[in-house]
């Protein structure tokens, strides 16, 4: 048993954790929204032309982060010993509406480097626990030393209204916190009584007691880490693309001011004084001179010309087709550093076969595959968190070691599809394991079998004909040539 003093020590350093974790996660959030500091190559660029180009960027750090969350759908799970789909777990996944959150935790981890995924019991419903994806500026779970695996405490902490709330998710209860949401601007009068509400303090309930128990037994959150590495911190996919999105938004801004200054000849007039008109007063007398207005000169394309040593000289214009090189290249180097195929970044595509597309999407499909195995990892203790919040023991040691079921990371057409399951028939795969390979959700594939079973009662025949049609034949006996084969030379016809 956790007194409040332990409680409060934990929700402190878990805290202070978090809090250093926010600036790289709010970093990356910024730039895939769009939201990007323009970096300058001087201070005299950023002097003239900082404002103009304030809210302008090129934003790629979307696509890199996008490629892979579009190829990351779940489709079920399949406990360890059984052979068909877990059906009342995904039923669980879909009331809770994860086949959408979960897209979200996914672009979460992979901006981020980490999302989670919390499990609790609902009272009013025992058999339907409430299941969510959590974002990696709100929570953080703590790990026994030494393990990445076995949790000791995980905190959610977030601000509704004028108040910071933190709930602290230990194995066997739960303490929940709540302190006023603090000002940046103090006055130095206030400082003792800022101090004062710095303090967390326990959230008091009338319907439910603080703390209260965890039935569960197990700390109900768990990470999905995004590339994690051995004892560093995972690795967000964008941090990489962000010093290449500075450079490419800058090559942009030096483009905008060269078209908008130099993409067109500029001609000079040399050995010839301005061009000056007489100065009139209001009775029409000329009391002098004033230069001639050349604006004008510029829109009626006329130019006037005096002095005989006057001569007309132009510089050429800028070549912008530089910078759109640059950038190209740049492009190209973001696309092999983040595995993300060309034609998602250049949108240029020139007849592209089946299999140049395949091969061009290998590195991206290979990514894809890398999260299935992390974020399986932490969605199969998810799982086992849903059937313990049930009650189901027994199902939960199942699913200890059971499996994530995802739709395929390469994209095919139809027709491809179509022929390498037709194969896969014909080795002798069943039914039913074809129909998840192909991507139907396991409730899909029951109302699909079950309309198949019924199609055979209403036409016996013809099911017989389909699946005899659907076996390979019987292989010739040693000796006879297969149908449409020739004999050997010497050999009897």
Known sequence: MTDEGQALRLVELLENELLRRRGPIDTHNAYYRGDHPLKYASPEFAKYHGERYRDFSDNWVQVVADSPVERLTVTGFLAS??????????????????????????????????SFVLVWGDPDDPDMPVVTFEDASQCIVGYEPGSRIRRR?????????????????????????????????????????????????????????????????????????????????????????????????LLWAQLFTASDYASFP??????????????????????GKQPVDLDKFMVDRVAWITGKDARIAEWQAANLGAYTNIIEVAVGHLAAQTRTPQHYLIGKMANLSADALLAAETGLVKRVEEKQLWFGQGLREAARLIALARGEDRKADALR????????????????????????????????????RYGLTPTEVADVVALREKEADADPVAEITRMMAAQPGPAPPDGDPAPGEEPAPGEAA
């Open 81 to 114: 010993g059984e052979t068909e789909a877990d059906r009342e777990l995904w039923r669980v996944w879909q009331v809770n509406g994860l086949d959408a959150d979960s897209q979200l935790g996914f672009l979460g981890a992979v901006t981020g480097a980490r």
């Open 153 to 249: 405490a995980a905190l959610k902490r977030w601000q509704d209204g004028g108040e910071d709330f933190a709930t602290l998710y230990l194995p066997h209860e739960v303490w929940k916190f709540s302190r006023p949401l603090q000002h940046q601007d103090k006055s130095p009068q206030m400082a003792d009584v800022d101090e004062e509400l710095k303090r967390w303090r326990p959230r008091e309930l009338a319907d439910e007691p603080n703390p209260q128990p965890n039935p569960m037994g197990v700390v109900p959150m768990v990470e999905l880490p995004n590339r994690p590495m051995l004892v560093e911190d995972p690795i967000s996919d964008v941090r990489g693309v962000v010093a290449m999105q500075d450079a490419i938004n």
């Open 266 to 287: 500029q001609r000079v007039v040399l050995g010839a004084e301005r061009p000056m008109i007489p100065k009139l007063n209001s009775a029409g007398e000329i009391v």
């Open 401 to 436: 070691s059971g499996r994530v079921l995802w739709a395929d990371a390469e994209s095919r057409s139809h027709a491809q599809m179509a022929d390498a399951l037709l194969k896969l028939k014909q080795l002798g795969m069943p039914f039913e394991w074809l129909a998840l």
